[in-house]
T-cell receptor
């Protein structure tokens, strides 16, 4: 079975500082990896994804994540955060199980950006 | 496109009452998912449909929960009878074909349910 671990439930950081949100997964088969963002009182939105190819993937708002197969990690990073980045971030793993895919979400990390 | 539309956005009801949550997926999407989000348990997949057919309902907590998808543009999640522990935000999500199954979901804004 696959699982996703987000070790940090909350990450406080000052505006314009760098940030890393950690995500580790376990799976016995090849996986697809995702980061979703949830702003207050909204649904989740896809931030970025790794399906295949380059292990470094980027979003349009400056976030990036790197797939590290040996460390089974997919950490999310941003070199300089803004107040508007305050949200909850979910790492997710999808793997083929029997004849279907199952998407499993981590428990989420709340990013709190302070002025 | 208008995105995934859920109703009601907020529902407050008393224990024992029937609750029906509704979802309109994005047109053309073949997959529809129902998730529940709570502080204690995070995001839980309840059930998902492919082409209106339920594929995996192993996450449905009890027989009190049921979900239907009578056509490609409408799905319901029903709780009967409701209990206080059902209080949560319920999300509907849809996704297109093959790529969507791999995990690219489009979420609605959720239905916040409070059972007193």
């Amino acid at each position: 079975a696959q699982s996703v671990t987000q070790l940090d439930s909350q990450v406080p950081v000052f505006e314009e500082a760098p940030v890393e949100l950690r995500c580790n997964y376990s799976s016995s088969v090849s996986v697809y990896l995702f980061w979703y963002v949830q702003y207050p009182n909204q649904g989740l939105q896809l931030l970025l994804k790794y399906l295949s190819g380059s292990t470094l993937v980027e979003s349009i708002n400056g976030f990036e994540a790197e797939f590290n197969k040996s460390q089974t990690s997919f950490h999310l990073r941003k070199p300089s955060v803004h107040i508007s980045d305050t949200a909850e971030y979910f790492c997710a793993v999808s793997a083929r199980m029997d004849s279907s895919y199952k998407l499993i979400f981590g428990s989420g990390t709340r990013l709190l950006v302070r002025p | 496109d208008a995105g995934v539309i859920q109703s009601p956005r907020h529902e407050v009801t008393e224990m024992g009452q029937e609750v029906t949550l509704r979802c309109k997926p994005i047109s053309g999407h073949d997959y529809l998912f129902w998730y529940r989000q709570t502080m204690m348990r995070g995001l839980e997949l309840l059930i998902y449909f492919n082409n209106n057919v339920p594929i995996d309902d192993s996450g449905m907590p009890e027989d009190r929960f049921s979900a239907k998808m009578p056509n490609a543009s409408f799905s319901t999640l029903k709780i009967q009878p409701s209990e206080p522990r059902d209080s949560a935000v319920y999300f509907c999500a849809s996704s297109p074909g093959t790529g969507g199954v791999a995990g690219e979901l489009f979420f609605g804004e959720g239905s916040r349910l409070t059972v007193l």
